[in-house]
């Protein structure tokens, strides 16, 4: 089954009015659906964020300093596909999103 993903780079960020009821949210959709919620909390130091590694599936490989916020999503993909039990498939959902009614319908 789908488990969902969410990010966010600290608790104060998740406790900002309307990030909260998101997640609020995607907890109450991924209890009724029976989805494993997975959240990500924090961001590693620039040297594991900023390392580079070749990897397979990359033709190429960005040299520019420094990385985004977007290479710790990666790392959370990575950490739940390397789990002891991996899920088939994992949907990633913004920290500020919502499920609609309609998905609890």
């Excluded at 710790?72 to 991996?86: I, M």
Aim: proline fraction near 4%.
């Amino acid at each position: 089954k789908t488990v969902s993903l969410a990010m966010v780079d600290s608790t104060k960020y998740l406790e900002t009015r309307g990030n909260w009821e998101a997640f609020l949210n995607k907890a109450a959709y991924c209890r009724k659906t029976k989805r494993a919620l997975y959240l990500w909390l924090g961001v590693p130091s620039s040297d594991i964020l900023d390392a580079r590694h070749a990897a397979p599936w990359a033709t190429c490989r960005d040299r520019r300093e420094g990385n985004t916020l977007n290479g710790v999503k990666t790392l959370g993909f990575l950490a739940l596909f390397e789990g002891q039990q991996p899920p088939d498939s994992v949907l990633y959902v913004d920290a500020d999103a919502w499920f609609s009614d309609v998905a609890f319908a």
